[in-house]
């Protein structure tokens, strides 16, 4: 079955920096990658995701980008601002068909 | 809003108990699923359901069971608790047909059950 694994575990990063959390993926048949975030206390929400068939996709200061060769997608976040402090999960699926996630990645913003 | 909803949102119950945790959806979704979430270890797929007569296991199924009652109802039960399944649960649907990427998962917020 398919494997996600998420590097790094933990990631701190200054206000206004980037941070990136890269995720590969065992099985070449998933095709639908998401990214959820999780706040403190809270449940896991979605906040980008993409296809196969697309190499990137931006949606203001997040992005993703899909390498299906080497089977790795990693997310880009830019300007990170503390409300971005948060868990981050990885997920792949085939057409949105049991999901498997990522251990997740704790992000802490600094100010 | 549209929701969805599990009950109880925290239980402490002890070895050997039965424990059923219930989530109901005003969604309409068709596809419905059990997640356990523990540190480090992200969400662990327990078991899902595409509908009303559909039910799959999932990666962590062993010791769990489910119905589901209804398109909006989907339960998850421990037949006899031990205290490694101590954790936070989730339930999610998604509807693929929605328009959102392949099936954006709706979670509801969680049951935390602890068993001593």
């Known amino acids: 079955g398919e494997n996600v694994e998420q590097h790094p575990s933990t990631l701190s990063v200054q206000e206004g920096d980037s941070a990136v959390i890269k995720c590969t993926y065992s099985?070449?048949?998933?095709?639908?990658f998401p990214w959820y975030k999780q706040e403190l206390g809270k449940r896991p929400q979605l906040i980008i995701d993409?296809?196969?068939?697309?190499g990137e996709k931006k949606d203001q200061r997040i992005a993703v980008t899909l390498n299906k060769t080497a089977k790795h997608f990693s997310l880009h976040i830019t300007e990170t601002q503390p409300e971005d402090s948060a868990v981050y999960f990885c997920a792949a699926s085939f057409y949105g068909q049991n999901f498997v996630f990522g251990p997740g990645t704790r992000l802490s913003v600094l100010p | 809003d549209a929701d969805v909803t599990q009950t109880p949102r925290n239980r402490i119950t002890k070895t050997g108990k039965r424990i059923m945790l219930e989530c109901s959806q005003t969604k309409g979704h068709d596809r419905m699923y059990w997640y356990r979430q523990d540190p480090g270890l992200g969400l662990q797929l327990i078991y899902y359901?595409?509908?009303?007569?559909?039910?799959n296991k999932g990666e962590i199924s062993d010791g769990y069971s489910v119905s589901r009652q209804a398109q909006a109802k989907f339960s998850l039960s421990l037949e006899s608790a031990i205290p490694n399944q101590t954790a936070l649960y989730f339930c999610?649907?998604?509807?693929?047909?929605?328009?959102?990427?392949?099936?954006?998962?709706?979670f509801g917020e969680g049951s935390r059950l602890t068993v001593l």
């Open positions: 999610a649907t998604s509807d693929p047909g929605a328009g959102a990427g392949d099936g954006e998962l709706f």
């Open positions: 099985d070449s048949a998933s095709n639908y």
């Open positions: 359901s595409f509908d009303v007569k559909d039910i």
């Open positions: 993409i296809r196969s068939n697309v």
